[in-house]
């Protein structure tokens, strides 16, 4: 049986353990409330970039920009989005998950496949199995700014048009609400049609300069949107996770402190009769 002292010891490891729990879910929820505004207000800009990239998409000639064409897929790349740091639940774990479940699929189709990794969970993971890992970017993930996805965007973007890949997938997490997000494999190149479910386009629209210009322009800034969408969901789902698993440890914490001072409390009465026994048998020695 444990001694008193280390029982002791015990309840106080728990209590600064959730101490630390309570702390980081608090962290979470305030990083996810402005992560989810940040996502409100960046979901309606990218669908109506949408809609009008689907107006300008029925005016114009597919083939006018390689941003739309499609050719033949020899080589695809995936943008697989994870987090920096752990203790976010099973996020990454559901990521990556998918990741391999596409990865497997995709190869059935091709086997010249690389892998465009943003967050260190996701790095390491693809490392350790030895998958090609074209690009890696780490420390987004807490800080998501629009330079960054107007970085990847643009990399990617040049080695589309460079031959470096004929397709690319993104894989990240939606958010949904604090306890549900969804995992979604969205291709990006080359891109498809833009009239998504929901989007109806009224009326005509003039263009100064004309639609090639205009699409021109308009066709690398929807590809960084999109990706920086994926950061932002991405993020808020991380928090979210984050958030919930901090809250679930928090109470384990306590039915562990509970369980041991209930431990503490028999071993304490047992080690107090022990003595009364002692001093009860003592006394009956002198008589």
Known sequence: MASLQHIRRRIASVKNTQKIT????????SKLRRAQERILTARPYAKKMAEVLGALGARTN??????????PV???EMIILTSDRGLCG???????????????????????????????????FFKRRDLPIRKEWTGISDRVQYDHAAQIGKEAIAAYLNGTFDELY????????????????????PIGDFQQEGIEIEGSFIYEP??????????PRYVEVQIFRGLLESAASEQGSRMM???????????????????????RQAAITKELMDIVGGAEALK
């Open 22 to 29: 309570k702390a980081m879910k608090l962290v979470s929820a």
């Open 62 to 71: 597919r083939e006018y920009h390689p941003l739309l064409q499609k050719r």
């Open 74 to 76: 020899k080589k695809i």
């Open 90 to 124: 099973g996020f990454n774990t559901n990521i990556l998950r998918r990741a391999m479940e596409s990865l497997k699929e995709l190869r059935t189709r091709t086997p010249g496949i690389t892998l465009n990794v943003i967050g260190r969970k996701g790095r390491d």
């Open 170 to 189: 993104m894989v990240y997490g939606e958010f949904r609400s604090a306890i549900q997000t969804r995992i979604v494999t969205e291709k990006i190149f």
């Open 210 to 219: 004309e639609e090639e210009e205009v699409l021109e322009t308009l066709l």
């Open 245 to 267: 698993a901090m809250d679930s440890a928090t109470r384990n914490a306590k039915d562990v402190i509970h369980k041991l001072t209930l431990v503490y409390n028999k071993t």
